[in-house]
């Protein structure tokens, strides 16, 4: 099982965005697909029931209980987390046992910038973190990459030490996405496809994360 914990110190940056359409992609490739909802607002939860009956769906489990993990069917394949904006270590230390890798989304504004910075050498300094040297993917959201302001951005964040594995542009179609529990990766038009391509790097990444895990594993 691959686990992926996605998580930031900021509300309103992407987190559930990013989990549901991971949990989406893995499920349309196949994979018994779980997300687990730590976050109270539920807007993961949302998403999963509206996609319920859907030919993709995602099966969600309640991240806020303390035994949640023994919810997660035997079978799963592809585990995405979502946590709350401003989660302490008791949150996610027992999600972080289960992680693989975390991903880090961060929006390209100021207060963002050093909301995020300051989150990440918590997250790198935390125990389980370091015991298990756990890679730290970075997710630029909402970036208009034609603007100045995107570019100073990046450039920035990509000064921080960790991997920046995937720039997202800002676009409605996130949004309109949430309101139907779909996915970028349920659709094909070329304008989709475009946007699809953004996460072409993440994906990437997480293959090696993913490769990576089972040689650990057969060692």
């Known amino acids: ?21 991971l949990a989406a992609y893995f499920a349309l490739a196949g994979k018994r697909s779980v997300l687990v909802d730590a976050d109270p607002q539920g807007s993961s939860t949302d998403w999963c029931a509206l996609r319920a009956e859907q030919a993709y769906p995602v099966i969600v489990v309640d991240g806020r ?3 949640w993990s023994k919810q997660l069917p035997a079978d799963t394949q592809r585990l995405v987390m979502d946590t709350p904006a401003g989660a302490d270590e008791a949150l996610l230390k027992p999600l972080l046992k289960r992680a ?15 909301a ?3 989150f990440l050498q918590r997250l790198a300094a935390h125990p389980t973190v370091k015991q298990q040297a756990m890679p730290i993917g970075l997710v630029a959201n909402r970036t ?17 030490g960790f991997p920046l594995v995937a720039q997202l542009r800002d676009a409605q179609a996130y949004v ?34 993913n ?8 060692a």
């Open 211 to 218: 490769r990576a895990r089972k040689v650990a594993g057969s």
């Open 116 to 118: 995020s910075q300051r």
């Open 65 to 67: 209980q303390k035994k």
């Open 144 to 160: 208009r990459p034609w603007t100045q302001a995107s570019q100073r951005a990046l450039d920035e964040i990509c000064q921080w």
């Open 100 to 114: 693989d890798a975390v991903l880090v989304p961060v929006l390209p504004s100021a207060i963002d910038l050093r």
């Open 176 to 209: 309109l996405l949430a309101g139907l529990g779909k996915s970028l990766f349920d659709y094909h038009s070329q304008a989709i496809l475009q946007q699809q391509e953004d996460w072409q790097p993440l994906f990437a990444w997480l293959r090696e994360i």
């Open 1 to 21: 099982m691959l686990s992926i914990l996605v998580a930031s110190s900021k509300g309103g940056c992407g987190k559930s965005t990013l989990s549901t359409q």
